[in-house]
């Protein structure tokens, strides 16, 4: 009953083009929808559930075209390079659920030498984070990167401030770092990450990719079993 009365409003709202009902018609919904309510929430959470099995379909068909840009840009900063597969993430520094999972993705990289682990700096959280970020940028080894890339993470609040003294803790100037921010390259490598993102459904951080597979949020167990999967594929095809 709940589906038919709703499933008939949206058909007669789809067959005229714009939001009219007939108003005997608009009033028995109106009336059965006060008296459950409860019927919004099911179909909000269909909706929601449709819209995330497409964004993750837009995203699974993007990888391949995409993955020359998505592994292997000469322009992020990469973690064990010769690792037999590859993670891409997108993240932003002040993203708290990046910060959530930012312990265990460079736990990952200590200990999964075989695992290659790429950065894509998705700024979407403004100035600070593009500061941040470009401070990053900055850092010339794996070992320095995770270094920086770590205190950034732990930092909160983590403003203009908070990256001045990580970089002097890192003996890496300020000054360098806000050209950094503000040199055009790198303006374009933000421009692209973005690009890609959006080409692949990606709206949000933190969100990865592994292989065929694309995991958003901060998901340790998810992310860990997408990359126990592409080693097993990763394995069957050498």
């Known amino acids: 009953m709940r589906l038919l009365i709703i499933g008939a409003l949206a058909l007669t709202l789809a067959a005229c083009g714009q939001p009219r009902v007939e108003p005997e018609f608009g009033a028995k919904v109106r009336a059965y929808l006060l008296e459950n309510p409860e019927v919004l929430v099911e179909v ?8 995330q099995a497409q964004r ?7 990888i391949g075209p995409n993955r020359a840009k998505l592994e292997r840009d000469g322009r992020d900063h990469v973690l064990n390079p010769d690792g037999d597969i590859t993670v891409v993430q997108f993240f932003d520094y002040n993203c708290g659920y990046c910060k959530v999972i930012a312990p265990e993705i460079l736990e990952m990289a200590r200990t999964r030498p075989n695992v290659r682990f790429v950065f894509k700096d998705m700024v979407i959280f403004g100035a600070s984070s593009e500061y941040a970020a470009a401070a990053a940028s900055l850092a010339r080894t794996p070992a320095q990167f995770t270094s920086i890339h770590n205190a950034l993470m732990t930092a909160k609040p983590l ?9 002097m803790a890192h003996g890496v100037s300020p000054a360098a770092a806000r050209a950094a921010m503000a040199d055009g390259k790198r303006q374009t490598y933000l421009r692209d990450v973005q690009t890609l993102a959006h080409d692949m459904g990606i709206d949000g951080t933190p969100a990865f990719v592994v292989g065929e597979a694309v995991v958003h949020g901060a998901d340790p167990d998810s992310l860990k079993a997408a990359i126990a ?8 095809t050498t």
């Open 44 to 51: 909000s959470q269909a909706l929601e559930a449709k819209q």
């Open 56 to 62: 993750a379909e837009k995203a699974k068909a993007s």
């Open 159 to 167: 403003n203009e401030a908070a990256v001045d003294r990580i970089l």
């Open 229 to 236: 999967a592409e080693l097993r594929r990763k394995n069957k």
